[in-house]
């Protein structure tokens, strides 16, 4: 047994740690199986002295452990060893770090300081400062943070490898500083820059192209931190002695891109100007930094027919394109970013809007590599002009994000399903930008709360979110009120609005799927009050029927069964769509109350969820289970919240089913339906049919993008036509990450990997196949150690490997076998033969439709069982529409008519 990683607040040897009670996490590795944690200690150090030992705790919590030593001191370096003993004799340890940051905003005495130019300069003020030091350095921390976007240089070297700090939250009550390790960057004689640019601070932002949403000056407050070897210790802050100037930078923003003139002689210095803000909401930097994470190569260069020169670098990204360029002096280059390119080949940056999104580099003469510091763009393509001579070699494109752990991996036999995989880990990392952006290419790039409630389960499976979505939920609730609800894009700079369903349900979702994926307790705490308050606001807004009918509603925002009229909120009923959600929200608050032991208001909420039930079967739901807004999404609500009562599920399932055979096997849902169609399919018998809607390849379907090229998830599911034309509803990303959230049921359904318990302490593994998919492999890297779910169906055989980490039990549902087992931690491989598997085989999607035209016994065994189905709704359906009918709609009628013969076959085979 050994212990593999030691996480503090989920992150390896932390500096400027800013929790006061931070929770220790360790991964056990065994060969053995059956591994139990039996018992843990935990030393905390500080300088050799101990100020906090557990001594031997007989527990089997090896996550989330909090510290409850002496109170931690600012600035200061930590020790941490955990030792840890198993079920089977066995001990390790393991060592790591911490060091706190300031732990309170005012420690920092440096002064905010800001420049007096003229409003009409863009060029980005760096702030200097020159000084001396004397002694001998042992340690230097630098802690920063600016009202714009910053970075600093230390004798002309860019310190730490991060971008867009200080991050972007709600900077009227929450601003985050940063810590960076700066050893061995002073000289005798220094020089300190920091250059600000507008960011989202300053910055033309939202929709409106709104300037100065925040304020109209940047500003900057920085201290160095000297610690000399001889114990002593100096602080350089900003202060009125620094001077400020401007430097090549002349302009930037991040929907309009950057200038960058490289000839341009530095400005004169002038003197700062001393500027207030309030240091007490000043916070440490509160989830992993933006880094670039991936470097792309070129892939192509093209010359378009309009004569356009472009490069593709083969992927929709976020971030911007490294230019290493040896040009006259002077010379001005512009690199133009662009999603897609149109049907004729042409360079179309319209998905952008009105965002600009132009880098402009003008030349000195040198060998020089350009790249912005500011600005971020959404891109595939770039379209290059002023340089003559283009040689793919020179041009890398730097994908940046949050730099968020990846936790998940999916694979399966079926290629697109691979590339849809792929697309929705992009737009993840495309979109988790510092907030989860809803696109990062627009005139928008805001955080959307109903992308990111959709969103969040399925994220939280591709990357660890923990820390991402801690901070973004106190930027929530932070602008949360009890007049108004939750906003519907955090931060929010759109001013007074009330909530509205779906989106604002972020408040109690997102913290909820925390805690179930990691186990976090805390993240309950700390957002409880904004998780009850928004439940509250509901229940503030409803009518004597005790349901939530007024106000706007985004509805089943873009759902295909109206977006034919100008509506995008489409056809369901918005008002039934609140109330699902009121019902849902406020089982979680109630859950929530339960776990953390507030026993009045889990009761409180108790009532209120059993009354919002009633209240919505009597309102939504006919004496004779007929659903008044009989669409997909009206259905699957319904079904998937777990509203309606027993008896009224299977008309309602019998509905939906109707409405997608109707639809020709597709879905017609938007934002709120979309993430949970399959899952109510196959959680009513219907596994086959979400499998099918699921691998549809056209219109509309999650397939039918990647067929189309897409290498990120679209807006619309009609972002392109299939003839090539482009939505131009004025709304058309290419690059939204809320369709992608069918990745929850790729991993749950497909590869079987579930929590039972919160934290993954107890794991279901269920996989359950569908046609056209003869294997799946997942892995998902929980806070317990990795989960692994693989099968494979192939010559008449089921092979299923799976990995349990150490510290965790799992029950196991092998594939197409009736009962569960239970198993301990270890790898496991499971093969055998079943009669079903065969079918699954020989019936499988890969399976040409002529071939099962060609069994004789598919058409008998139609016309004998057939009537005898009549029972099953879906063999109902396609009965009624009789087999002529069917076939004559060819080639759509493939599916259907496979699961006709599938149901029978399935049939016959049991007599
Ligand atoms: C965004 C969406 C968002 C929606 C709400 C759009 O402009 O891109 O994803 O949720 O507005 O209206």
Redesign the pocket.
Known sequence: MRLEELRIEYQAKPIGLDVRKPRFSWIIASDEKNVLQTAYSILVTKDGETVWNTGRVDSNSSVLVEYQGIELEPCSLYNVLVEVWDNKGNQSCIESYFETGLLKGTNLKADWITHNFEAEEQACPVFVKEFKTEKEIDTVRVYATALGVYEIKINGEKIGDTYFAPGWTNYKKRLQYQTYKADGMLKEDNKIEITIGNGWYKGIFG?MCTPNIYGDRVAALAEIHINYVDGTKEIIGTDESWKVTTGAIRSSEIYMGETIDSCYIEDEVSDVQLFSFDKNIIVGQESEPVRITERLSAKEFIVTPKGERLIDFGQNITGFVEVKVKGTVGQKITIKHAEVLDKDGNFYPETLRQAVSHDVYICNGEEQTFIPHFTFHGFRYICIEGLEEIKLENFTACAMHTHMEQTGSFTCSNPLVNQLQSNIQWSQRDNFLDIPT??PQRD?R?G?T??AQVFAATAAYNHNVALFFTKWLRDLASEQTKELGVP?VIPNILGAQEGASA?SDAATIIPWVIYQTYGDVRILEDQYESMKGWVDFITSRCGENGLWQTGFQ?GD?LALDKEESAD?TGATDKYLVANAYYAYSTDIVRKAAKILNKNEDAKIYDELYEKIKIAFNDEYITKTGRMVSETQTGCVVALHFDLAEEKYRERIVSALATNIANHKNHLSTG?VGTPYICHALSDNNLHDLAGTIFLQEDYPSWLYSVKKGATTIW?RWNSILPNGDFDVSG?N?LN?Y?YGSIGEWMYKRLAGINALEPGYKKILIKPEFIKGINSVSATFKSVHGEIKSAWICKDKCIKVDIEIPANTTAIVYLPEQENPIEIGSGSYHYEYVTETSLEKERFSMDTKLEEIMNEPIAVQIFTQYAPQMLDNPMIKLVYQNTLAEVLSSAPDIQPLFQMVVDTLNKSYKSE
């Open positions: 929709f809803d696109c928008e805001l959307w109903g992308d519907h989106w985004y925002w995008r934002f807006e709304m990303s939204h809320a």
